[in-house]
């Protein structure tokens, strides 16, 4: 297998720019995804290992393979296999966190199939860790916060963390096992940092930064770091990272809904502030009287509607396409082959491409 | 500080037995622990923080340091310190997944502070995870199940899970953090593996032992590879995570409640079948057609009386001895010094006597 299937257009023109040697090297990434989380294949169920073993754009094992290069050897197959099982981690584990009608007292919404009602919910919950990756596929994917889904989606979380360090520790890639364990420490904290801030609407812009860069910029950076160890190849996953963030902050607020398929303001409803809100303040000061906690789903789309007249999303669109000038920038510092130096140019238009 | 405060009776045997150089290096765990935990202070919250550093009877770290011997090294202390860190781990995770009176719709109990809500939560539930490892503070701990726990506790178990790698293979440990996160890989197959089998009554003792081994022996058994790769001390420490695990699971039936701070019948209402009551079907078929679905408190702890009325829990027990028996028949087959041997002994009958 050369490519992985139903890859979306930004990643597409990755792989079509680049030489064999790209493709093939995802497709080992893929075979050792399905090692990794197909040996569990009877408790993970068929179903929902096969799901997570082939969604994905596979950002950041991309950025391992890239900033490898071309003589990246089995260690960056390795090390981008089990970044992406740390990624995986966090977005079964968000499910936990992210259920938010069941956080809110609402009704669960529980699908049914043939297989009983636990099988279905983790299927379910696999296929929204999915659509997490494969915008195309998040529409319609119903938010899963039945009980069953939340207790396997902990211990599933689990084992995928494991099993990226167990890779890496188990081939005597030391190295590589630090920084994957570092980056998943900072994803952690980023987490509790963004429950301790929840609700809480005098957040500053400083403190979100350090959010993101903490919940999401780190994997990129560790991620570019675990392909070559080059400070300027680190700082273009930071910048990226970032950026990534803000777009899909942005996203939360703008929709359009049958486009990311959640409800505008989902992050609103679950107390998470973001740039969007924290810009929009910044314009008009009456916003910063919101009480998130007294939102329900009316409110927070109409909430959306005002943040988006204080012209907030249009600042934030325009500082992540800064960040991804800055990343494209420290490219060039670099002695990077010029396919390479190219083809990280590509990801990291594919990661604004997502949201225009 | 030569010891740890506040542990309970059979640590204490071990401790006044041994020379000082174990004292000595169980401090320099609780040392590296609070570095651990403590470098989150902030996210963890002081409290929480110092109750998960300060907390248990560090049971697995003993081992590691028992094993190692004497002569063990800085390594020794750090392999303590992770193998502890992942229990922590589960621990925190397993207040997520345990949150019984939730789960089945009842009510939520939150205790408050003068600290707020979130921080009272997450304050009980440290506790929770600590009380798990002191059984005289057990008694009278509420279970939390509030949200906001439930959060902080998901990211909370993530963020221990990756300072025990990060902690190894910071250090360049390879070979440590590789059986550590064969043994962590091991504890979620296990609890995915206890989701899976929840409310089936017609699960057999294989299965069950299966589900023990890979749930609580496989970190016992890492925790004395640690210390020394030796097959003799690996079955040792198998042997008596075993025991621990059936005379855990006789306890939730047998109570008394006043010593356990649980009420009987925890795991049956959480649909967990356990060896009593698997026992007690072989003696009495009638009880295999009780619907665990069905099970309020009072009904559990009546299911508690017809398990007991089987005898089921003597033979528990009895295998349960056995097995520690076994246990510290492994330590003559190998060449260990005479002292080290008499504190495993030691700790072997530790694992009886919590429940004497």
């Known amino acids: 297998m050369n490519r992985p299937s139903a890859v979306p257009p930004p990643v597409t023109a990755v792989l079509d720019a680049s030489s064999r040697w790209l493709p093939a090297r995802l497709g080992e990434v893929e ?88 099988t279905a919910v983790g299927d379910l919950l696999f296929s929204r860790a999915f659509a997490e990756l494969e915008d195309p596929l998040r529409r319609g994917t119903p938010t899963v916060v039945a009980t069953a889904g939340r207790e396997r989606a902990v211990a599933t979380g689990d084992l995928l963390l494991s099993r990226a360090f167990a890779l890496l520790a188990g081939a005597g890639d030391t190295r590589a096992a630090a920084l994957l364990a570092e980056a998943s420490v900072a994803l952690a904290r980023g987490e509790l940092i963004q429950r301790q801030d929840a609700f809480d609407t005098a957040i500053s812009e400083h403190r979100y930064l350090e959010r993101c860069r903490l919940k999401t910029a780190q994997l990129f950076a560790c991620a570019c770091q675990l392909g070559r160890d080059e400070p300027a190849l680190r700082e273009f996953g930071t910048e990226i990272g970032l950026a990534f963030q803000l777009l899909d ?33 910044a314009a008009d000061t009456e916003l910063a009287k919101t009480d998130l906690r007294a939102l329900d ?60």
Not at 249 to 278: F, H, M, N, Q
């Open 31 to 118: 075979e050792l995804l399905r090692d990794s989380i197909g040996g569990h294949g009877e408790l993970l169920g068929g179903d929902a290992g096969e799901t997570l073993a082939a969604g994905g754009k596979r950002l950041r094992p991309m950025l391992v393979l890239l900033c490898a290069g071309q003589d990246g050897a089995e260690a960056a197959v390795r090390a981008a296999t089990a970044t992406e099982l740390v990624h995986m981690a966090t977005l079964v584990h968000d499910d936990v966190l992210d259920a938010a009608p069941l956080r809110r007292g609402r009704a669960t919404v529980v699908a049914t199939s043939g297989r009983g009602r636990a």
């Open 249 to 281: 902050d942005v996203l939360d607020v703008s929709g359009p809904p049958e486009r990311t398929g959640k409800a505008r303001g989902t992050d609103l409803l679950d107390g998470t502030v973001t740039l969007p809100l924290i810009e929009a303040i």
């Open 297 to 356: 789903a009316a409110a927070a789309e109409r909430l959306c509607d005002r943040i988006a007249a204080t012209g907030a999303l249009e600042k934030v669109r325009a500082r992540a396409l800064e960040m991804v000038a800055a990343a494209k920038r420290r490219l060039e510092e670099d002695g990077l082959e010029p396919e390479q130096a190219g083809l990280l140019r590509l990801v990291a238009d594919g990661v604004v491409q997502r949201y225009s």
